[in-house]
């Protein structure tokens, strides 16, 4: 919404990573705009249910489409929007939570197909909305409000996953850089195919992680998060599993492979086989 | 005796050609200028299986696949065993002498089928011999069964006379042999064809058909039987510029992403059975806040969770009606012929577009599997109608007000946020009473539009009326037939549109004294919503996994119907 709507009643916490989120991917909009000269309305935002998921409500300046769903099913509805409109720039805004846990079953088959949508996930290594439960993210041996001696599901590595899943366009991101942030976005939006920006996001009041990611002198934290070396090359698969081999949170973008054609595209190359019939002769076909 | 009509049941194994000699046998009669129906069962395995397929023969329009079996043709001897109790005393039982042989049966008559065939130089003809011999019994002319032959067979090949002779004389040769038994069923009497064009195909068939041209764009689906036929139909034939057809994961992907092509401006459907229904659940309760056009098809089976896979029940009203959680009641079409899966289609299409929400199609294994002759649809006559688009600036009011407001086309301006959650005019989430009010009875308004004028009726004057929906209609209305005929005083009514129900005809059921509604399953879902209207509804239940059989329905009417009436004279 563009100016402040009273009626609207949802509000992240002061210092909620998802505000670093919400900044980078107007700025990616705003960037695409300018290139393409494309209006904001050939944007649409297709958002999760989580904290994360308001920020399609939470966008300041002009308006994109958007669609607040249910729980999980981001992914399968940008197909929709996507297969329906390929014209149309498709972005999706998820938490971990959601992306991960309910709506994993989803992942793969748009990873399979190369779906043209960009997947912007907030990873808080929690559930923000629902009040600090733990989610897929959340460190083994972890307490969280359901996991009250302790976390005993191991830790999911997403960036591992999407690479085992063939998804074609990985980048990993932190909501405290925004600019840089913005950058990966604009990639992703422009990579053909399946790309997720796997963005952390901490949850200022669940699961603050802003000092372990970003470090701490004083107090001999090291920082979490590093940079992907210049000379990382993005085509190399194996390359991009090494580099995630290191622990810690890349920055920057692990994997694109820039040959597979995208959903679209092969629907496309499909017709050219199929020799659409008119309803008429459908009808005729059936005539005795 | 001249006869107006035969049954013959079709029994064997999978693979053994039961499903292809029905098929074949409706094709010859229909091409001739009969009526043909059939009624197909599945086998619950892949290869093999006990199987059967049943098709009905008539001078004029049927109703129902038929009570009793003429002909039973045994491919085997489990075949046999299985089905000879339900053919009638006069009928007859052509066996295939080529698997087994059956002694003290004076209805029997052994056929060498593969034999008779292999013996013309093609193997494919088995169906042939039995089409003669059935030919034979009902005292159908040859040249019929020539002109059939030579229209089926003449498609521009090399190949063609000689299929064309090797079939001939497979038809003859079952005619020969059966003629020399003596067996015989009377004369049906000649074709009554009628003088405008007309199509055969199956349930799903005409659906699918209706959908395309109705306008469909867009079309999702996930494998479950009785649906796939519809996920492959649309596969093969929805494509091209702007349209798009696709096998996704689950259900909830097949939901999800019509939401997502409706949203953006597309006509889009999935077509699912029970269990795939069921994951549907949430999606569709999005699609009814969120004010986005879609079609599900439910193509019944029978029971819950896994259920009857290949059976035929009319068990998911409750579940189509009310599928989600939150105040929500889904328009419903129920189609009950294979005429009204084509045009049904279209107006579910219509239905979406025009009140901006999902509409439920409901249809059933037995319509779904079953061939029927049906008049070749008319296209000029069908609109693709569209919903009402936003054509204004940025800056829009979406869910402004109480009545339907135009819907904005993603890059076009009008950008706002369909929200699952309950929403302000522009689609922001909020909590607000007031807002809550004002969308709940937005939502509930928009029915209105889509209350329909027309409706079957019949002897309105009655107090008691016969009302069954969807696949039932065909012997409730042939049962009901008999006892207008037999002076039982009894009025009908029949619509496909269940929900909204046309207000003209829910006015007059609810000066009735008693609706009956004839359905396939235990609670009489039907009966209790219309009572939840102030219908005086009884419902007549089955639920074996098959239709009704027109006979039970004539018995049972006129149980209820005298029943009452000794009620209202106090005996
Ligand atoms: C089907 C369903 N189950 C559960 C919920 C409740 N719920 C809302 S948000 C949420 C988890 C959100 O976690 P995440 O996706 O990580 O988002 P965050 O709030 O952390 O940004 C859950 C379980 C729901 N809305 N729908
Ligand atoms: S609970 Fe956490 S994720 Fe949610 S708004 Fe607050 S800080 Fe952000
Ligand atoms: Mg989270």
């Not at chain 2, 979406?398 to 522009?426: K, W």
């Not at chain 2, 002897?459 to 207008?484: C, D, F, H, R, T």
Request: proline residues 5%; charged residues 20%.
């Amino acid at each position: 919404m563009s100016k402040k709507n009273e009626e609207y009643d949802f509000k992240w916490c002061p210092g909620c990573g998802d505000f670093g989120v919400r900044r980078a991917l107007e700025m990616a909009m705003i960037d695409r705009l300018e290139e393409t000269g494309l209006p904001i309305e050939n944007n649409v935002v297709v958002a999760g249910i989580g904290c994360s998921g308001n920020l399609v409500h939470l966008l300041e300046g002009s308006q994109p489409y958007g669609f607040h769903g249910i729980h999980g099913r981001s992914l399968p509805i940008s197909l929709g929007v996507k297969m329906a409109r390929p014209e149309l720039n498709v972005v999706v805004v998820a938490g971990d939570g959601d992306f991960l846990s309910i709506g994993g079953e989803h992942i793969g088959p748009q990873a399979a197909r190369n779906l043209n949508v960009c997947a912007v996930i907030m990873d808080n290594g929690v559930y923000g909305l629902t009040k600090g439960q733990s989610s897929p993210t959340t460190k083994l041996g972890e307490i969280t409000s359901s996991t009250p001696f302790g976390k005993i599901e191991s830790q999911l590595n997403p960036l591992e996953l999407y690479l085992t899943l063939g998804v074609s366009f990985i980048a990993s991101g932190f909501s405290g850089q925004v600019r840089p942030l913005a950058k990966l976005i604009t990639q992703g939006m422009e990579h053909k195919g399946f790309s997720i920006v796997h963005v952390q996001s901490p949850c200022t009041t669940y699961n603050d992680t802003f000092e372990l990611l970003k470090g701490n002198v004083q107090k001999g934290i090291e920082p979490g998060l590093w940079e992907v070396p210049e000379d990382h090359d993005t085509s190399d698969k194996g390359a991009a599993q090494q580099l995630l081999q290191q622990g810690g949170v890349p920055v920057g973008v692990l994997y694109d492979d820039t040959f597979r054609p995208s959903m679209d595209q092969q629907v496309e190359q499909m017709w050219a086989r199929a020799e659409p019939k008119t309803v008429q002769e459908l009808v005729d076909a059936f005539e005795f | 005796m001249e006869m107006r009509d035969f049954v013959v049941r079709f029994a064997g194994e999978g693979g053994q050609g039961v499903v292809t000699s029905a098929e074949g046998l409706a094709q010859a009669a229909t091409q001739v200028g009969y009526h043909a129906l059939t009624f197909a069962t599945f086998p619950s395995q892949i290869l093999g299986g006990p199987t059967w397929t049943q098709a009905r023969i008539a001078v004029d329009a049927i109703l129902s696949p038929g009570d009793d079996v003429d002909v039973l043709v045994a491919f085997n001897q489990d075949a046999y065993d299985e089905h000879n109790s339900e053919v009638r005393d006069e009928g007859v039982i052509i066996f295939n002498s080529n698997e087994f042989q059956l002694e003290g049966d004076s209805r029997g008559f052994g056929l060498p089928f593969d034999e008779l065939a292999r013996s013309t130089g093609n193997n494919r003809a088995a169906n042939m011999v039995i089409i003669g011999a059935l030919a034979h019994l009902v005292d159908m002319p040859q040249r019929y069964l020539e002109e059939f032959v030579s229209k089926r067979f003449t498609r521009g090949r090399s190949g063609d006379e000689e299929i064309i002779r090797s079939n001939i004389e497979a038809m003859t040769l079952g005619r020969d042999h059966i003629s020399e038994s003596g067996l015989a069923l009377g004369a049906l009497a000649a074709p009554n064809p009628p003088d405008f064009a007309q199509i055969m195909l199956k349930g799903n068939e005409a659906l699918a058909l209706g959908a395309l041209a109705g306008g469909l764009d867009f079309y999702v689906g996930y494998p479950i039987s009785p649906a796939t036929t519809i996920l492959i139909y649309m596969e093969r034939n929805l494509v091209g510029e702007g349209k798009f057809a696709h096998q996704v994961s689950s259900e909830i992907e097949s939901i999800t992403a019509i939401l997502g092509a409706g949203f953006a401006g597309k006509k889009a459907m999935t077509a699912t059975a029970g269990p795939g229904f069921s994951l549907m659940s949430e999606g569709l309760g999005l699609g009814w806040i969120a004010e986005i056009p879609l079609v599900v098809v439910d193509v019944q089976r029978g029971g819950p969770a896994t259920g009857l896979p290949t059976k035929t029940e009319q068990s998911d009203l409750m579940a189509c009606m009310f599928p989600a959680h939150g105040d929500v009641r889904m328009p419903v079409i129920a189609v009950g012929t294979v005429e009204e899966c084509f045009y049904g289609a279209i107006k579910a299409l219509t239905w979406s577009e025009r009140y901006q929400g999902p509409v439920i199609l409901m249809t059933e294994m037995s319509l779904a599997e079953r061939v029927q002759n049906i008049a070749k649809p008319d296209l000029s006559q069908v609109e693709d109608r569209r919903r009402q688009v936003y054509e204004g600036t940025n800056g829009y009011h979406r869910y402004a007000g109480l009545e339907l407001s135009p819907m904005p086309i993603p890059g076009n301006p009008g950008a706002y946020v369909a929200n699952g959650s309950e929403h302000d005019d522009m689609g922001d989430t909020t909590h607000l009473a007031s807002r809550h009010i004002q969308m709940t009875e937005r939502r509930f308004g928009k029915l209105k539009l889509l209350e329909e004028d027309e409706y079957e009726r019949d002897n309105v004057e009655e107090s008691i009326a016969i009302m069954p929906w969807g696949g039932s209609k065909g012997p409730a209305l042939e049962a009901y037939n008999q006892l207008k005929a037999s002076g039982v005083p009894v009025g009908w009514y029949y619509t496909m549109y269940l929900n909204p129900l046309p207000p003209k005809l829910l006015e007059e059921l609810k000066k009735k004294d008693l609706v009956i509604v004839p359905e396939l399953n235990y609670q009489g879902q039907f009966a209790s919503i219309l009572r939840s209207q102030g219908v005086k509804a009884e419902a007549i239940t089955q639920y074996t996994g098959l239709p009704f059989k027109v006979r039970d329905l004539v018995k049972r009417v006129t149980e209820v119907t005298e029943a009452v009436r000794k009620e209202a004279a106090g005996v």
